[in-house]
């Protein structure tokens, strides 16, 4: 595999790559998605006409909207993966037990759908990723996968390319559609994010018992042991 190298996302000039980005890292409940999508000059035209950006700036119907488009205009360039909450949970403690963390997890996730991307794509040559840990993280998951014409690009912020705000987008409709799908099967609305959650967990273990919180939430937040009432 080619060795990261620096760009700025509004500074490249590449004619194709794929864009990777992840939601529901931050939030208490759901689960942890990550989507990729494969930019061609063809793709790219759409992205733009559809006025795609960064997912976390766009309203929640907003974003269900642009992702139906992307999945109808780009769908055999988009490749996703998401674990819903008692999957997270148990990769979570996998990891864990592996003396790794959250971002271990999270660039598993994020180096399988590159790989999906570069087998149906095997032109490409470029893959971008917003960075959510140190670089080798991600490099040591794809050191296997990736020939060394390919370059894996990693920087802050890369939300602001056109690809990886439309695996933003992508990603960001999974989850939302995993929390409502949780929200109705467990007949209590879960809330986004990691704050003022924790009302609604008590209700939740009140309702359907502490058991069955790993079913809608990530467990290992400082918030299990708030709605449990227990000391960390």
């Known amino acids: 595999m080619a060795k990261p190298t620096q760009h700025s996302p509004d500074a490249h000039h590449w004619d194709a790559w794929i864009g990777t980005d992840e939601a529901g890292k931050g939030d208490y409940f759901g689960s942890l998605a990550v989507a990729g999508v494969y930019v061609t000059p063809e793709t790219r035209r759409i992205l733009h006409e559809l006025g795609v950006r960064d997912g976390k700036q766009l309203t929640d119907s907003r974003v269900r909207k642009l992702a139906d488009q992307i999945h109808r205009y780009c769908g055999d360039c988009i490749a996703k993966t998401e674990l819903e909450p008692s999957q997270y949970n148990k990769q979570y403690d996998t990891f864990r037990n592996k003396g790794q963390n959250l971002n271990n997890l999270l660039a598993s996730l994020h180096a399988r759908v590159i790989r999906n991307l570069l087998q149906k794509h095997s032109d490409c040559r470029y893959v971008l990723v917003d960075r959510f840990a140190s670089e080798d993280v991600l490099a040591t998951q794809l050191q296997h996968d990736m020939s ?69 939430a990530k467990q290992h937040f400082r918030t299990t042991m708030d709605i449990l009432g227990k000391e960390q």
């Open 148 to 216: 060394p014409s390919v370059s894996l690009v990693q920087i802050p912020k890369a939300e602001s390319d056109i690809g990886v705000a439309a695996a933003s987008i992508v990603a960001r409709d999974a989850f939302l559609r995993r929390l409502e799908q949780l929200s109705t099967e467990y007949q209590i609305q879960l809330p986004k994010g990691a704050f003022q959650v924790i009302d609604t967990g008590k209700q939740f273990v009140a309702r359907h018992g502490a058991a069955a919180l790993q079913h809608v």
